[in-house]
């Protein structure tokens, strides 16, 4: 870039700030970022002073709006995001990582592939979840079963399926654990 087209930036850009300050909006836009009230509008002949205005009573002219302090103190609270209903749902982790957050309210499959040729496969349904297949040599995790929401309490690993080779863990929630979960996820 040469020396000329940066100065022909820098001009352009101070005549756009310039105008921006000149135009009302632009004054008033300027009173509501900074808190204080509009600049007076630019004119081509001076003009008197106005008389103080006492104390008690209130500056003539448009109320300020928000400033910029108030709006990142007090923010507008985002709405809670929440997951689709279901009775029951399985969140799926590897490695330590959440993979995925599930509503258990169909039949279908979902498969975790890892780095290295890792994969295990997650057999869902209504209210139920279980490692259906997996890479690993033991097949540990594939005989432990199905966890439901009715046998989850009587079962050794509780809500838990687990794959410890491949590092992969099921666990059913109830939709309260579920919703903190998906809250704590970032979504």
């Not at 106005?50 to 002219?61: H, K, L, M, V, Y």
């Not at 995925?100 to 279908?108: F, I, Q, R, V």
């Not at 279980?130 to 432990?144: A, F």
Request: hydrophobic share 40%; charged share 15%.
């Amino acid at each position: 870039m040469k020396r000329r087209d940066v100065w022909i930036i820098v001009l352009v850009l101070a005549a756009a700030v310039a105008l921006f300050v000149a135009a009302p909006q632009g004054r008033g836009m300027l009173a509501k970022m900074f808190g204080g009230a509009p600049l007076p509008a630019a004119t081509a002949q001076p003009t008197a002073e106005p008389a103080p205005t006492p104390a008690s009573e209130p500056a003539p002219g448009p109320t300020p709006g928000p400033t910029l302090s108030s709006m990142i103190l007090s923010p507008t609270p985002a709405p809670r995001p929440t997951l689709r209903p279901a009775e029951a749902y399985v969140r799926i982790t590897a490695n330590g990582r959440v993979v995925a957050l599930l509503p258990l309210t169909e039949d279908t499959t979902y498969d975790v592939r890892q780095p290295g040729g890792q994969e295990n496969v997650v057999s869902i349904g209504p209210g139920r979840v279980s490692m259906h297949s997996s890479t690993c040599d033991n097949q540990d995790c594939v005989q432990q079963g199905e966890v439901t929401t009715d046998n989850k309490d009587m079962r050794i690993l509780g809500n838990m399926v687990i794959c410890l080779p491949n590092k992969v863990v099921l666990e059913l929630l109830t939709p309260e654990e579920a919703q903190a979960a998906y809250e704590d996820m970032g979504a």
